[in-house]
């Protein structure tokens, strides 16, 4: 079976050792994708006070940003939004931030028929200050 690894200009950089991306056969597999900006770094909606602490963050700014980065994945891996078949979400504040998340996905994913399937977990942390990150995979036959 034919491996391929993916690393893509468009997105964020890793935060660790490992691809954006890997196909195996007709599967794209994402490795956990998040919000922050592939021009800078920086994390839409945080608010760092001057000690470097994080003092308040948008929800609905980080998962616009965490969708496009995805996108811009998929999009190097010679995928499309379409193809994607499983997510899975993890929120650090599920009680605070699931209404918004789950609104925004609604207008990324409008037709239930057609949408991935969907995992959402509530968990404490992430290894950077973000509220949302998102493991996917897709089905993406060459083309």
């Not at 935060?15 to 007709?26: I, K, L, T």
């Not at 499983?86 to 996905?105: G, S």
Request: proline content about 7%; aromatic content about 6%; overall charge negative.
């Amino acid at each position: 079976m034919t491996r391929q690894t993916i690393h893509s200009d468009a997105a964020p950089k890793a935060v660790g050792r490992y691809p954006h991306a890997r196909r195996v056969g007709d599967l794209l597999l994402l490795s956990g994708i998040g919000p922050r900006s592939a021009q800078d770094n920086s994390i839409p909606g945080n608010v760092i006070d001057d000690q470097g602490r994080l003092v308040r963050y948008d929800i609905a700014a980080q998962t616009h940003s965490v969708f496009a980065n995805v996108r811009a994945v998929l999009e190097s891996s010679g995928a499309c939004w379409e193809d994607l078949v499983d997510v899975t979400v993890y929120l650090t504040d599920m009680a605070a931030d699931f209404a918004a998340y789950n609104a925004i996905w609604a207008e990324y994913f409008p037709d239930v028929e057609t949408a991935p399937c969907r995992t959402t977990l509530g968990i404490t942390a992430l290894p950077t200050p973000i509220a949302i990150e998102l493991k996917c995979i897709a089905h993406c036959p060459p083309r």
